[in-house]
């Protein structure tokens, strides 16, 4: 291997390219995403471990007091580890089961009523917003930068 080639094998170069495909919006009660994971490797390969997680992004307040916090609501590891060859391409399917965290104001929320209008107000006061995103990485043998893809999701 020439240094050339080993510093693209480090920085993931020519390697391998992972491309994640779920659907745009999935229930809540269902609590799983169903998803495919593509890998396709440019040279030969040895794919150590492949992770799928999903995150929420909670974020609360407005202009200089707004603030983000990022939640790991699943993870699911994939059959690993394993060989490609130059111009190989691996589908993987998936099952990624999540638990969402609630709010203070999500289960004044689900009582209804009165509690629940009051829950309603104080989402709104706190300008509370929640994003979802899902990541698939593959750590390959010898990079130092993983390849992975990202998909933003809704719960509904």
Same mark, same amino acid.
Request: charged content about 30%; proline content about 4%.
């Given at each position: ?21 779920? *659907?745009?919006?999935? #229930? ?17 390969? #040895? ?31 994939? *059959?690993? *580890? ?5 111009? #190989? ?68």
């Amino acid at each position: 291997m020439g240094i050339m080639s080993g510093i693209k094998q480090a920085l993931g170069v020519g390697g391998v390219k992972v491309s994640l495909t779920v *659907p745009e919006q999935v #229930e809540k009660s269902k609590g799983q995403v169903e998803g495919n994971l593509a890998l396709t490797a440019k040279s030969d390969q #040895e794919i150590l471990k492949l992770t799928v997680t999903i995150t929420e992004s909670y974020t609360t307040g407005r202009g200089d007091e707004e603030t983000t916090k990022e939640y790991d609501l699943g993870e699911v590891n994939l *059959p690993a *580890p394993f060989q490609m060859k130059a111009g #190989e391409a691996k589908e993987v399917p998936f099952v990624l089961p999540f638990k969402l965290l609630k709010s203070d104001a999500d289960v004044l929320k689900e009582k209804g009523g009165a509690l629940g209008m009051l829950g309603k107000a104080s989402a709104f006061a706190n300008a509370e917003k929640s994003t979802y995103k899902v990541k698939a990485e593959a750590d390959v043998k010898g990079t130092m930068i993983d390849p992975s893809d990202e998909k933003d999701i809704k719960l509904v």
